[in-house]
């Protein structure tokens, strides 16, 4: 066996494994998905519990004036909850359209706070430190400022967490917006609909862990206080609290009815800037979070570790390894004898791919269609071999910052 044979065997080993971590979080997802589908959510007992919803923004003026509105008319209690609107070292329009909303509606609590390049200006964990000094609620929810969340999304998530102690976090789903405008904002509509939502929804069936996607969760202000607020060094803050929950003994609930709408970035150059982002984000909180695999304490977490570790580390180096193997073994210049094995495995892994989606596509309305599973084809050979250099990319922005120690910023996803 030559040593092009031995590396092509450990890339498909790696690769397939994921792959089958994956497809057993696909299936177990799909089976929460079908179990919860006729229950109720539970009823919210006794008085309402006030709850904060924070806003944080930074040139949101294309959006922010269309989220606030849809967060007044949530369908919780109106003197139960307040909408802190943190507008962060904006230069666009934002201060003026909050204000205008706020001298509309003065009798209800609606707080704006406009930073500067002194306060704010620092990321979105920044600002949410900000706005919570100001947070009077038992209960916290975040939104992002580019939002419409349905009307029972709030009080979904409110009776979760305060019927079962054990939760510290619930998050409920986002849906994209804007599918339709782009070939690009389909292939996102469906990946968030598989790899984000039906993984989760499979994490909580197995583990009883969920990561919180950042926008439309809900988590108790104890938990804000007994952290210390937000890692400003963390620009995807909602994978690293996510991990300080689960430390504190906490549970985090996916609670799929609950339901906001968000825009997703409708050109390639946006969408790889906010993905280069995410990717950079979680790459700091896997090196942060790695000797938890060596503390007894955090042994219920350790999948979620070893999962982002793998995805981000291993198959990156798997899919390029094995990708450049088989080119060069296709113009002559390596030499291995199992190729047209791993050519059957990788048509293989397509079928699982395309098959898999294309199922859990069926837990949502208007998403089953065989336009679909052209879409799935046409993303595999396209949008996913992307994900490499997105990967990659963030990886190499991570060391940058890491060696010439820069702080977190604000990342503006641009807005339509």
């Known amino acids: 066996m030559t040593i092009s044979d031995v590396l092509m065997v450990i890339a498909v080993i790696c690769i397939w494994s994921l792959l089958l971590v994956n497809v057993a979080l696909f299936i177990a ?22 709850v904060t919803i924070m806003v944080p923004a930074h040139n949101e003026g294309v ?50 706070i406009n930073t500067d390049a ?72 469906i990946e968030t609909l598989s790899f984000q939502w039906m993984a989760q929804a499979g994490r909580w069936k197995l583990f009883k862990l969920c990561t919180i996607p950042g926008t439309n969760f809900i988590m108790r202000r104890s938990i804000v206080e007994s952290i210390g607020g937000w890692d400003v060094k963390a620009i995807a803050e909602d994978t690293e609290i996510s991990f300080r929950i689960y430390m504190m003994g906490y549970r985090i609930k996916f609670q799929p009815k609950s339901v906001t709408w968000e825009q997703e970035p409708q050109t390639v150059k946006v969408w790889f800037k906010q993905r280069t982002r995410w990717a950079k984000g979680n ?12 503390d007894r304490s955090a042994a219920k977490i350790r999948f979620d570790i070893l999962y982002y570790l793998s995805i981000y580390f291993l198959l990156l180096i798997s899919l390029v390894t094995s990708d450049l193997l088989l080119v060069l073994h296709a113009m002559g210049y390596v030499h291995t004898t199992i190729a047209g094995l791993s050519s059957f495995l990788w048509l293989l892994a397509v079928i699982l791919f395309v098959v898999g989606i294309f199922v859990t596509l069926t837990t949502e309305k208007g998403e089953m269609s ?24 963030g990886l190499y922005n991570y060391l940058k910052d890491v060696i010439f120690k820069r702080e977190a910023k604000w990342y503006k996803t641009e807005r339509y």
């Open 29 to 50: 997802g799909y089976l929460y998905y079908i179990a919860t589908e006729n229950e109720d959510v539970p009823e919210i007992k006794g008085e309402y519990p006030f």
């Open 63 to 112: 959006v922010i004036s269309k989220t606030v509105e849809s967060l007044l008319a949530l369908d919780y209690p109106h003197d139960r909850y307040e909408i802190i609107v943190i507008n962060d070292n904006s230069s666009d329009n934002s201060a003026e359209l909050l204000g205008h909303i706020q001298s509309r509606l003065p009798e209800r609590n609606l707080i704006i």
């Open 118 to 189: 002194v306060t704010g200006g620092k990321g979105k964990s920044n600002a949410l430190n900000i706005g919570f000094t100001r947070s009077r609620g038992e209960l916290i929810a975040i939104y992002d400022a580019d939002n419409t969340p349905e009307r029972p999304a709030l009080r979904y998530l409110v009776a979760e967490i305060m019927n079962d102690a054990t939760l510290g976090a619930v998050i409920g789903k986002f849906r994209t917006r804007n599918r339709n405008a782009s070939l690009l904002t389909r292939f996102i509509n």
């Open 283 to 294: 790459i700091y909180v896997i090196v942060k979070n790695i000797p938890l695999l060596f």
């Open 370 to 393: 065989l336009s679909n599973l052209w879409i799935i084809m046409l993303m595999y050979v396209s949008y996913c071999q992307l994900w490499m250099v997105v990967a990659a990319y």
